[in-house]
């Protein structure tokens, strides 16, 4: 095993991963950008190099100086996280090139897994059922016909070059299918200067469900269950939880092969996950391997008992997986919310400033994955994630409940965050339910306000007001002059891409 | 004192008064109700008691704004005291007489410029997308005016801090 690992991230997952390393008695060593100076993970590490300003480009998209700093400081390995460094197949084999270790899979499966054409053709070949679909550099009316008869309808006609829902129809009937295909054609043309569109199988009322995967160097594949993550915004997972309360053990079987089967069809050794659709008969469908921790690996760790962290660890020292697909198994139920410096009410806008004080949720089956501490500045340069909330309960009631009580504790002061949304997401009847799936958040509204919270919110504002006085900056951060914060407050509209 | 609160165009006239013993007494719609409220030091948390019920609530200001959180659930209100209210009323909503000079706040590619020098634009109207942290983030103006000057073009890298727009009153010549 390592003596040393360098942590190539920042935020919450870099504390994550000095957790798992500490508890396996490894030294830790931490790179940062200059705004990072203060950060959790700065502050627990064993060693910290500083390895340039906030920009990402210049400091933890920097394979060259990350790689650096670990030969100075003698580490042995180097754990990307997720985001960044994570999935860049190049760094990857610069680390081993300088004798290093990446703890991830080798760069040949993440270079297989890298392209959306390539992967797709690697997982048709290997028997894991891809969204059916044909491509034609153009079709003629009958071929058209043909191709929509053979994928079934609803059929969707996308743009190759495509992007932004432009050149994107749904056709239900053969009837509308020519005129559509014409319209989809002149649309890419004109949005892309490339009029080549493909015709794909409509997922209706689709789900988001991954497996977790894990493959070692010895040959060895497990799948250790499903997250199903469709309450999403914009393709930004906000909700996740295990097991999937869409799933039915046939299925579950059926996609954990899968999952295990495109795992050893491109030799993967390390933690990953494949992420699939399942369209609303049940019927899935590949979508992506991402090869990397996932941010809400979290969910997985409680339900199945394992530490996926500790596990990449070991399994990039060389050491066989720890275990074995019969004697994994689901216990109770596990969700996450990711808790964001953001305005749900207008548009997701992310907030900044400093974060004053914090009450953090405590109790029975509550675990909280965070980087977030009284005194810390959020900053405009990464990513508005604070922290990953987690509740674990024997049934999926329960770690409702336990989830929901821990949001009502949370309290951040300073920042605008969406603590009270992601609480009225699970108050909402279909998510309790369970009978949600990726256009969920689309049509949310807020569960309606006890009488009384609202009085109460009405008189603690009127006091406010009162003890406060009419001073706007009352509530700022103190500084003085130009306030790019304010101005921020301007910025309307946020679209995460 | 008297303030007007407002939730999604509904006004609500709370009246406040301290009482002696440190507390207040507050009048809504005729009727009186004693509220003990205690600020948590060194946080934006304060607590409310009133009739023996207690809220914990956090409290966030951002211009005329205020956002309540109590018992997990949240709540935008508009907080005036009389006097601010009538005062905006009597001079007109919001409507400023300067203009804006509008600036990058955080570096990123300008994906679009929809004005042109010349243009006349509302409050709130969109002037420029710019890209950053991985999203696309609609600049709007926050004053009605002339578009005077501008300083970016669509494809360009900025800088925070870097000018985008300036705009003008909009009864200034161009």
Redesign the interface.
Known sequence: MFDKVLIANRGEIAVRVIRACRALGMKTVIVYSTADRLSRAVLMADEAYCIGPP?ARKSYLDGKKIIDVARRSGAQAIHPGYGFLSENAAFAREVKEAGLVFVGPNAEAIDAMGDKINSRHAMEKAGVPVIPGIERPSFTKEALKEAAREIGYPVMLKATAGGGGKGIRIVHDEKDLWQAYERSVGESEKAFGNGTVFVEKAIEGPHHIEFQVFGDKHGHYVHLFERECSVQRRHQKVVEESPSPFMTPELRAEMGEAAVTAARAIGYDNAGTVEFLVDRHRKFYFLEVNTRLQVEHPITELVVGVDLVVEQLRVAAGEKLSFEQEKLAQTGHAIEVRICAEDP?NNY??DVGLI??V?LPDGPGIRLDSAMAAGLEVT?????MLAKLIAWGHDRAEAIGRL?QA??EF??????TN???L??ILRDERFVAGVYDTSFLEHFEKPP??Q???D?????????????G?G?K??GSGKGGLD??K??????????? | ?K?V?E?EGEE?E?E?HETEDGN?E?V?DGHV?I?D?K?IE?????S?V?KN?S??????????L????????????R???ER?RNARLITGAGGSTEGEI??A???GIVVAVNVAEGDVVES?Q?ICV?????????????VTGRVLKVAVAAGQTVN??DVLVEIGPPDEAV
């Open positions: 920009e009410d806008m992310p004053e004080s009450i405009l340069h990464y990513d508005p929901k949001l009502t309290k951040i002061s300073g920042l605008r603590v009270p949304f609480g009225d306000l006890r009384d919270v609202f109460a919110a009405i008189i603690a504002a009127a006091l406010f007001k009162h003890v406060e009419g706007r009352l509530a790019p914060w101005s921020f407050g301007r910025v309307r509209g946020a679209r995460r891409l | 004192m303030y609160v939730h609500i709370i406040v207040y507050i809504r109700l509220a409220f600020k060194g946080s934006r948390i304060y409310l009133v019920r809220f914990e609530v956090l409290m966030r200001q951002e211009d005329d205020v956002d309540v959180v109590s018992l997990g659930r949240g709540l935008r209100l907080v005036e005291s601010e509008v600036k706040v955080m570096p709130q969109a710019l890209e950053a942290m991985k999203m696309e983030n609609e600049i709007r103006s926050s925070a801090g």
